[in-house]
């Protein structure tokens, strides 16, 4: 491997002209930095991460909590996350909480240790406590739907009121008047703010009837949840609160054999890559997951570069896709 005095060499240039340019702690004259990286990228030159933290004063790493890697609404983030951040000079560690509020500490005990300058937690699984924490150590932080914005701390809010809001809508003007809910998790704030959301869009129009089951965001609970929520109600129309669940309502409704559109419609949350190929093809309320990942690093990176910062809110819009699995009722 390359070292730094023969990338220096090879550039025609000092060491420590090399070290401003590679750790971007020193300006130096562009054609000087174009020299350098063209000497570095010739050599295969690869920094030592601990001896830039040494020379910016601060971790070249920054943190990205998720709370179900497997969930492959959170792929496509972590990737768009990762992209902006090596932009930045930086890398990223992703963590993975499992939805559990002790992993969660025990991540933000590890990012603590490690001293990185940030994190990103894209997870409801966060309390005061978690907070406090990282605020006390100076760690910069962005949550995702935590209305917590302030010193050190940006929120990013996806817009879950008009995408539930289309959602029913879109049931309702079809002509549906029994309307199921598959929500996530009782103590995730998120699940919430969407059940809330979908009570509220269902109370605004008469005669209508719901009925809510909470659920844990998995394929599996979506069976499970829809399985329940038909033994007692008779719904034409279902709206659940992530995708992996509207599936998993999906294939309770084939093994019953209630035909999707025409006996229920199912309409579900975020638009992941795999809607688009369910047979029938998922009616679904859109999130724009790239551009909540790299707009989750500039925000963190915001408050990293600017300590005097104060955060801010980012809101993320989401728009209903409507496809093959929503259709008017069957004539009773």
């Known amino acids: 491997m390359a070292t730094i005095r023969e990338v220096a060499a090879k550039a025609g240039v000092s060491v420590a002209t ?51 890697i497997g969930n492959p609404f959170f792929p496509e983030i972590t990737k768009a996350f990762q992209e902006a951040a090596g932009i930045a000079g930086l890398e990223t560690m992703v963590m993975n909480t499992n939805y559990d509020e002790q992993r969660t500490r025990n991540t933000v005990d590890r990012l603590v240790s490690l001293q990185v300058p940030g994190a990103a937690f894209l ?11 990282l605020a006390a150590q100076g760690i910069a932080a962005v949550y995702l739907d935590h209305s917590v914005a302030g010193t050190h701390i940006s929120n990013i809010a996806l817009d879950y009121v008009h995408g539930i809001h289309a959602a029913v809508e879109h049931l309702l003007g079809l002509g549906h008047k029994r309307i199921g809910y598959i929500g996530g998790p009782v103590h995730g704030a998120s699940a919430q703010r969407r059940k809330q959301a979908f009570l509220d869009a269902s109370a605004q129009a008469s005669g209508v009837e719901v009925k809510v089951v909470d659920s844990d965001f998995s394929v599996q609970g979506g069976y499970f949840s829809c399985s329940k929520l038909l033994n007692v ?100």
Request: proline share 5%; hydrophobic share 45%; net charge neutral.
């Open 18 to 68: 090399v070290s401003y340019v590679i750790n971007d702690s020193r300006k130096v004259r562009p054609e000087t930095e174009q020299r350098v990286l063209w000497a570095a990228k010739e050599l295969g030159y690869a920094p030592n991460l601990a001896a830039r933290s040494l020379a910016i004063g601060r971790s070249s790493i920054v943190g990205l909590v998720v709370p179900d």
């Open 123 to 133: 997870t409801s699984q966060v309390g005061r406590e978690v907070r406090e924490i």
């Open 233 to 332: 109600f008779a719904a034409t129309g279902l709206v659940a609160a992530n995708d992996l669940m509207a599936i998993g309502a999906m294939h309770c409704a084939y093994d019953r054999q209630i035909s999707v559109p025409s006996q229920l419609s199912i309409v579900g949350f975020d638009d992941i890559t795999f809607a688009q190929f369910t047979q029938p093809a998922l009616t679904t309320v859109a999130v724009p997951r790239t551009d909540v990942g790299r707009l989750a690093f500039q925000a963190l990176n915001a408050l990293i570069t600017d300590s005097g910062q104060a955060g801010r809110e980012y809101e993320v819009k989401t728009s209903l896709i409507v496809r093959q699995t929503t259709a008017p009722p069957a004539a009773r």
